[in-house]
């Protein structure tokens, strides 16, 4: 699994999981693998304090 948070309101989800999502395919291409994609989460910018956008990535190396 990979998790990436932005570090403000302005970090867009979709920037965040194109991140995790070439952080878990270099992990598998490191290992001569190929990427499955499990599931993915991306949320946006919550009301509680320090609730900033972000991705996660459940993957596997195939």
Known sequence: MVLKQ??????????LN???IQ???QYCANQSKA????????A???FRPGA??????E????
């Open 6 to 15: 932005g570090n403000g309101f302005w970090t867009a989800p979709s920037t």
């Open 18 to 20: 194109a991140d995790v």
């Open 23 to 25: 952080e878990a395919s």
């Open 35 to 42: 990427l499955k994609i499990i599931n993915t989460r991306q």
């Open 44 to 46: 946006g910018v919550g």
């Open 52 to 57: 900033y956008p972000e991705a996660e990535i």
């Open 59 to 62: 993957f596997s190396c195939i």
